[in-house]
Each structure stands twice: as structure tokens, then as C-alpha cells.
């Protein structure tokens, strides 16, 4: 399930105008792009009241399964995969 470059462009764009100070990418999807059922993301710097309305922007555009890790949510878990990950925006 590879996902154009220009969509994750747009992902992007979508979680900075939200707040993100950092994006990264984690989970199989960093391993094994072609075959990873979704795409997990990790997110730094956007507000918790913030967080539902990005989800939904994200869905808009990539019209697939994904996950939206927040630091500011799951600090422990976010530090965890944050180790292996691929960065989109820092």
C-alpha cells in the first residue's frame, strides 16, 4: 500500500498548518511500504484539541487505514517509537 509522494507532501502540509513541530513515520510502513496494511504516524506539537480535526484532514487525503501517534498524548509511547522511525518533518 505505498502512498504517492505527493499525498505524504500533503499530509505533511496538513499536520504543520495544525501545529506539528515534528512528523515521523513508524511501524511496517518504514520496513515495507508495498506491503504495509497502513501507515503510522507520529506527531509532535499539536494541541490535543487539535487532534481529532487533523485525523480527519489526514483521512480526506489518503482515503486508507492509518494511525496518529501524539507526543503530547502518549509521551512514553511516542519516545518508544520515535527510535525507530523514519523522519517527514522536523
Known amino acids: 500500500m505505498k502512498i504517492s509522494r ?5 499530509v505533511v502540509e496538513i499536520l504543520k ?3 506539528a513541530a515534528r512528523i515521523i513515520v ?3 510502513y518504514v520496513s515495507s511500504p508495498d506491503t504495509a496494511r497502513d501507515i503510522d504516524l507520529g506527531v509532535e506539537g499539536i494541541p490535543l484539541s487539535r487532534l481529532g480535526a487533523a485525523e ?3 483521512y480526506r487525503v489518503l482515503r486508507r487505514p492509518f494511525d496518529l501517534v501524539s507526543r503530547e498524548e502518549t509521551p512514553e509511547f511516542f519516545a ?3 527510535k525507530n522511525s523514519g523522519t517527514l518533518y522536523e
Open 56 to 58: 480527519m484532514a489526514i
Open 17 to 19: 498548518n495544525f501545529g
Open 6 to 10: 505527493k499525498k505524504l507532501e500533503t
Open 80 to 82: 518508544l517509537i520515535a
Open 26 to 28: 513508524f511501524g511496517s
